[in-house]
């Protein structure tokens, strides 16, 4: 049974960070390339980064583009999305994926 656990999300203030984690099981993580997606308030669900199985190529959302950093480490089968100078509009449910494969998220709140 293929598990993805994100955690790490929290109430930060705007310019703050946090740093997410999906950590997964019962798929050869390795394997996949992987992405992380958010639903903000009132909005679609919006691409946030995804990285090559190997982790030399990363792409981003253009909302994050310069804020945000994708990272693995395949031996550990994690995924993080590293999140600085955090804004209100970052407020919402983040969720890691690969495939046809999500987790149930982590909420990330971005107020003073």
């Known amino acids: 049974q293929v598990q993805l656990v994100e955690s790490g999300g929290g109430l930060v203030q705007p310019g703050g960070s946090l740093r997410l984690s999906c950590v997964v099981s019962g798929i050869t993580f390795g394997d996949y390339d992987w992405s992380w997606y958010r639903r903000t308030p009132g909005k679609e669900r919006e691409f946030v980064a995804y990285i090559t199985r190997s982790g030399v190529m990363t792409n981003y959302g253009d909302a994050v583009k310069g804020r945000f950093t994708v990272s693995r480490d395949n031996a550990l089968n994690t995924l993080y999305l590293q999140m600085s100078g955090l804004k209100s509009e970052d407020t919402g449910d983040y969720y890691c994926?690969?495939?046809?494969?999500w987790g149930k998220g982590t909420r990330v709140t971005v107020a003073s």
């Open positions: 994926n690969t495939l046809h494969f």
